[in-house]
T-cell receptor, first 111, second 115 residues
Framework: RKEVEQDPGPFNVPEGATVAFNCTYS??????FFWYRQDCRKEPKLLMS???SGNEDGRFTAQLNRASQYISLLIRDSKLSDSATYLC????????????FGTGTRLLVSP | EAGVTQFPSHSVIEKGQTVTLRCDPI?????LYWYRRVMGKEIKFLLH????????ESGMPNNRFLAERTGGTYSTLKVQPAELEDSGVYFC?????????????FGPGTRLLVL
């Protein structure tokens, strides 16, 4: 079983739609959680950290459920520029900060 | 401020040859990480330097891979001899303190193709 599981998509949505991505992780000792965004043939870039209390950054809302080992990302009012691959990333509680990536969920926003 | 840079951007070599990838982290970042994405798979951790010391090299696939960070500045990752399965994108990332939840900044990657 993969340490971080994501639906690869693609999710095809029209501009203005709301879309949600989910991710599950297998190791209950995980301590930090992130969503990264990766554009085609580019490097991953941090989109937002994810906290148990839930956090919001503009049109983006992230949520963590430690009991279910589940992370979500909600994008409201999708823009064409949101088209990218969204990577769910986890850091284990090992004292080392190695990132553990999911395979990513591809989002395509169309006009 | 310059971001993480990597060289070369692309490399095409034949099986059995040697390739050396270079990463220059953000100035002042003590922590440097190497990751790799092979076709169709997720990005995977290779190793982590704190300054010039290897903090965690649990992700290095085998002894054909050698990473160095002499002087604690830039790092090199050498693959010798290269095999077909080494093809992929090699990313370098850096962070300031390596603390919990700290952002890692990624370089643009080196695309390696082994023929």
């Amino acid at each position: 079983r993969k340490e971080v599981e994501q639906d690869p998509g693609p999710f095809n949505v029209p501009e203005g739609a709301t879309v949600a991505f989910n991710c599950t992780y297998s190791n209950s000792a995980s301590q930090s959680f992130f969503w990264y965004r990766q554009d085609c043939r580019k490097e991953p870039k941090l989109l937002m950290s994810v906290y148990s209390s839930g956090n919001e950054d503009g049109r983006f809302t992230a949520q963590l459920n430690r009991a279910s080992q589940y992370i979500s990302l909600l994008i409201r009012d999708s823009k064409l520029s949101d088209s990218a691959t969204y990577l769910c990333v986890v850091v284990m509680n090992t004292g080392f900060q190695k990132l553990v990536f999911g395979t990513g969920t591809r989002l395509l926003v169309s006009p | 401020e310059a971001g993480v840079t990597q060289f070369p951007s692309h490399s095409v070599i034949e099986k059995g040859q040697t390739v050396t990838l270079r990463c220059d982290p953000i100035s002042g970042h003590d922590n440097l990480y190497w990751y790799r994405r092979v076709m169709g798979k997720e990005i995977k951790f290779l190793l982590h330097f704190v300054k010039e010391s290897k903090q965690d090299e649990s992700g290095m696939p085998n002894n054909r891979f050698l990473a160095e960070r002499t002087g604690g500045t830039y790092s090199t990752l050498k693959v010798q001899p290269a095999e077909l399965e080494d093809s992929g994108v090699y990313f370098c990332a850096s962070s300031l303190t390596g603390g919990a939840g700290e952002t890692q900044y990624f370089g643009p990657g080196t695309r390696l193709l082994v023929l």
